[in-house]
Structures are given as C-alpha cells and as structure tokens.
C-alpha cells in the first residue's frame, strides 16, 4: 500500500483555511498515487487549547463534511487529527475515513498531556478506548502525538493485530530529538510499520519541529522531512513485515505472565 504523510502548517481557529489545506493535501496524494494519507493532530483548529473550546466541531459540521467528500472524489483513505465536539465535551481525536466517505473508525487520544503550557487535561475529555481498525488489507493501530510516550498503548495496539501503527503528532521543536527515538522505538520493538504526521510552523507561541516519518518494522527510515511544510511517501509490504517478524520471533519469546 503506498502511503503519503501530510505535514503541514495550521492557523489556529481558522477551520476553513485549514479544512482547504486538508483537502488540497489530499488531492495532491491521491494524484501521485496514495491509497491512504495520514495528517496531523487537530489538523481543522490548530493546536490551542482555548481556541480549540471555540472552534471544535461535531461530525455533521465544521471539517468532516468537506472532508470526507474529498476521500469520496479521490478513493483516498484519509488519516486526520480533528477536534471532536460531543455534547459538552471536546475530544483530541483521529478520524479515519475511508475512500467511500464515510467514518470508518475513530480514536480519542487517551494520553492527554499535562505539561505547561499545553495542559490538555484542563481542556479535552481523554478517551477510554483503543482502536485497530482496517484500512485496505492492512490492520492499523492509532494513537496521538504524546501516547507515543507510553509503550504500553503500542504494545496493545499489536498485540490486538496492528501492523501499522499511525500516530498524528503536535509535537514540539523543543523536544523533537525525543520524537525520532521515541518513533524509532515503537517501531522496532513492536515490529511495526508507524507512520507518524507531525506540524510545523507556531500557534500562539508553541513552535512544531515537523520530522515526519515513516519507518518500517526494522526500524529502518523510509521517508523523512525537515522543518517544514512536505509530503512524503513510502510503500508498505505485507513481506517485508514477514520477514522481519519471522527473523526475530519477539512475540514468541515473550513472557507476559512475568510483566
């Protein structure tokens, strides 16, 4: 399956200029090829807290829309990190869908950051519930920017089937080294493919450091960007993951009644 990753720069509140960007991004994948896109963490608001409690959507308005009729036009699976509004909640949140147009799966970030100055849990109601879903023949595994901090989740994700992972990322400059170990890391210890979508650019002070990437189950960079705004793209092999698992047996050798 071939796979883009959209890193892109947001405008926080502007939900339209953003939804276009989206949109646009997914076009340009499609053209060169892409079955499947994957873009950053609330990509439709920007990564600001009190501007994400203002501008947050529900499914049937806002991004979503516009969104998923351009999966539809393009038979494009499109990855996206939106802010979900549901009821008097807002959830950060990973849409999957799929090249009919419809919401095939979703996933509420579970982790929710508590660091200055971000302090999601101030903010967003964390999600309770992991997901492996399907996209094409392939079983996927989501997670958000800072849940990759937290090996446990992508074991789970594995354990239950995933053999890609897709992480949407906000994640910052100021700690940009720890994203390319800590990707690195769940990829091969998991045996994984993980592509992870990051930002770039800076809402309301927070600087983005970008680094997307694709890494297969050996851990190997497939793709990788810079600091700024890019598309990349790799293919992803049923073989390959075989190989590799077949190489080193870590889930056979694993003794779970000793955790």
């Known amino acids: 399956m071939r796979i883009a990753l959209g890193q892109i720069r947001c405008i926080p509140g502007d939900v339209a200029g953003n939804t276009r960007t989206i949109v646009e991004r997914i076009h340009f994948a ?5 079955e499947l896109i994957v873009l950053p963490e609330m990509s439709d608001t920007g990564y600001h807290m009190p501007t ?7 499914w049937d308005r806002g991004p979503f829309p516009e969104i998923a009729s351009t999966a539809a036009k393009t038979r494009c699976t499109a990855v ?19 090249p009919d147009g419809t919401l095939t799966a979703k996933y509420r970030k579970t982790h929710l950051i508590t660091a200055e100055p971000v302090c999601e849990q101030r903010h967003l109601r964390a999600g309770d519930s992991t997901t492996v879903c399907k996209i094409g023949e392939w079983n996927v595994g989501l997670l958000t920017c800072y849940d990759i901090r937290f090996p446990e989740l992508a074991r789970k994700l594995t354990v239950g089937g995933a053999e890609l992972l897709i992480a949407p990322a906000a994640f ?8 390319d170990t800590i990707t690195a890391c769940r990829a091969i210890e998991n045996q994984v493919y993980l592509a992870a979508a990051n930002r770039v650019g800076e809402d309301e002070g927070l ?4 680094s997307s990437r694709l890494l297969d189950p050996f851990g190997t960079v497939m793709a990788s960007a810079g600091a700024e705004e890019d ?19 870590v889930f056979t050798d694993r003794r779970p009644e000793l955790y």
């Open 80 to 98: 996206v990190g939106l802010s979900e509004r549901a009821g008097s909640d807002i959830y950060n949140t990973v849409a999957v869908i799929g």
């Open 52 to 58: 994400i409690i203002r501008t947050a959507s529900s």
């Open 172 to 179: 910052p400059a100021a700690r940009i080294t720890h994203w």
């Open 231 to 249: 598309t990349l793209f790799g293919e992803i092999s049923k073989t390959r993951l075989a190989e590799v698992r077949a190489n080193l047996q």
């Open 30 to 34: 499609a053209a060169e090829g892409a």
């Open 207 to 210: 600087a983005f450091g970008g």
